[in-house]
């Protein structure tokens, strides 16, 4: 017999998976045995709003009337040039809008597979052996993943507030004890949360300040997957214009409604990082290659050229998000108002979510328990469904209501 | 000031890039300098035949057909069900068209992006600190980056003779003292060369042979991008019913002119390595995840679920290959009748190749120097190009002959 040694964080990694994608597939068990309209399933982030109709037809137009050995061919790692190009033009229209003349080239833009492979490569470029990445609770359970994978140790943050805001004494203790990375994610997945201007430069300030007391650079990597999809007047900062050292991670994912196509970018501000961006880029695009990810795939790439500027219609998202956070807060749950984003954070009626999870299966729905976000006692409603979804599962969530003897305005 | 280190693996490999893209990075600036038609650029294994008629009429059809938010939506990590049930009926095919009953479940299927990712995943997903990797030079330069990222110590094996076969003899050194992959690559980037099966079979029995000596599991990587571009008559091998403990690792990337839009897929074959095989699978799903890969790209594993029966039309590399390799071989060249991919290896004549592709360059050829595959003094030329582009450089190869005192039929 032959021993068989494997490593033993990917073999947990692939045995556990991911919470959220377990849920999913509970959920796809569920919807084969007793009829898709019965199972209520807020646990992935599918956007449910079709993508830009540009999208669609970019996408035949170029099938039809492109060389196929061109329109599939090999790309440079970094990008198409006219993608990046594009790019490089809505960042600095970004810049402009928040008042800042900080210009994007499209050297600076790195084009990805998607917001997983822009954060896997970011970390793999920046942490060296005994780097700390230091994460604000709730965040996305991947950070963990790509964060000790590339060789980090985490350190988690509470927040200071049920409103999920960073509890900056807390950030200025573990930042001054110094940190490589800190990532933030506004608007916020799980919580919904969206860090204003003010809540930026506090943080900017204290990175600054960590930076100087520990003589060490400290990137912000800021993971903003979500930042169209706001639910507030002021459109999302342009953080490398509050802080130097931001590394933006982006996805057309949700914007754009094309999670399952992988395309996304890595903007790293030469502008303001100056020497040291030429040196981050090129680690970016050696992590990128030792990943194994060639290039991004090329008819998503050719499609950005022409649809960079397209927004998504989010009017389903507000219609949603005011429906399912009037309805729970009315029937006694207590959740604090999405700003951005499409998820609802609910305190769970019991101090372990997991076993509350648990029973609002039995009502059919699929909700993420926020142990893996990195805090206990809340659950995340994903509200990207669709409004007979979200309409019918109220019922449901009434039972449960009572099941837990909450009692609301009801 | 602050200081910044980085991770000097990602950096120097960022800054150095593959040399096979920081060819065809030249080949695309002396375009724009002197013209697209008069640089013969022999860098980059990009086909140049057009992806088979099907693949974008069913993508057309999709794209016009599909509910926008399935089509583009997330998919379970090892792939859509449907494409992983198509890939496993075809593995199962090639299994008996090699006279054996293995027969591979679709849960033996991990559908990736792209052939580097199949590698990069795989060798994260075995290799423990201290692991060995075997690679038989030439090899593809990237196997090096995966293996070493992946924490293992690469080993090179110097073919036996100028048909680039193995040295059985080597292999058994190497084995017996203790590996944990050997990655095999027929028909072989960059020489053209295919294992039949009798050197399968021997490589098989050596490493058998080693794993009783050792006590532990070696895995055999068949990475077979280029199986379905034979100039022989016999099909490609199935090679896990050669050797067990085979992954087969593939790329839709040259059979189907698909490089740029990352689509592969990794087999475990569960039939025959039983128990183990589930941990390996867990495994691979693990590392996809800390690699950031959360799924293939949805549009593409749609395509495949109708189109994964299409075969390539070589006509156009065989008429290359013949074309070229009977034409340097009369102006003096040395090289091997490439049996598969469509790769030329070609001897240098200076001990130097890097030397000799600069000269090349001067006569706007460019060529890849074998260094980075492992082996010196032999130089690339990928004939994936133009039947003009071909015929027009052969003036071109005629006056580099000349310089270096080549005589050949001519």
New interface residues.
Partial sequence: M??????Q???????S??VI?DI??YG?KRRAQIGADKVFDFS?G??????PKK??ST??RL??ES???V???????AGLTDARKAIAIEETHRAKMNGSDLCVSYEDVYIT??A??????SL?????PG?RVALLAPFFP?YR??A??AGAEVVVIPPSSKEMMPDFDAVERVASAGIKVLIINSPNNPSGAVYDRPVLERLAKILREA??KT???IFLISDEPYRELLYIDTPAPFVPAIYENTLICYSYSKSL??????IGYIVVPSCIQNA?AK?????????G?????????????RMIVECSKEKPDIGAYVRNRNLIYHSLTDMGFDCTPPSGAFYLFIKSPIPDACAFCEAAKAYELLLVPSDSFGIGGYVRLAYCVSEPTLKNALPAFRSLAKQYGLTGKE
């Fill in positions: 032959c021993i068989l040694d494997l490593p964080n990917t073999v947990a990694l692939g045995e998976r991911s994608r999913f597939e796809n992935l599918n956007p449910s709003v079709p993508a999208i669609n996408l035949s099938i039809a060389d196929s050995t329109l599939h061919g090999y790309i440079s790692s597979c998607g997983a492979a822009s954060l896997a490569i793999s470029a920046l942490i060296c780097d991947e993943v790509f000790e994978k930076q100087k003589g060490k650079m409604s094309l999670p399952g196509e992988r040291e040196k981050v880029f090129a680690s970016i695009s050696g992590a290659r030792a990943l194994g990810y060639v290039c991004a795939p090329s008819l998503f790439q």
